[in-house]
């Protein structure tokens, strides 16, 4: 299941709505919205923040997800990021190569949102691709 999938299911378990959960945590409602509908996954502090309104641990809103909470950027690095192309002049590899690999949550630097369609955003972390190299941060 999604981060979205998981969270819903809790909000409906509690059965608290988006109104309440933007009561609780302080999020706006568009924020909260677009993690609902799957637009956009929220970083490690956003998913702490809203794990402790509902009460659960941060892991079982991301349970089933391709990336580990324990995996999952802190804020710090969601704010930097490296462009796919770099990332693909590092590796040595296509810009396709990483876009698909991140969409396959099969990059270990980063990750993939899927925002419409077959558009996605992409997240490469400076700090783990630079790790995956093997090279000094």
Known sequence: MSF????????TEQNINQAD???????GK????????????PHRK??????NALGVTPSRL???????????????LCRQKITIEEAARRLGK?????????????APFGFATKVSG??????????LLNEYIGEAS
């Open 30 to 41: 568009s924020s909260l919205s677009q993690y609902l509908s799957d637009k956009n996954v």
């Open 94 to 106: 296509s810009p396709q190569f990483v876009r698909v690999a991140l969409q396959n949550g099969v």
């Open 62 to 76: 991301t349970v089933d997800m391709r990336i580990p909470y324990e995996e999952l950027p802190p804020i710090a």
């Open 118 to 127: 077959n558009s996605y955003d992409y997240h490469i972390s400076p700090k």
């Open 21 to 27: 959960l933007s009561a609780l945590t302080g999020i």
């Open 4 to 11: 979205a999938q998981n969270l819903k299911s809790i909000m």
């Open 46 to 51: 956003r998913i702490e923040e809203i794990a």
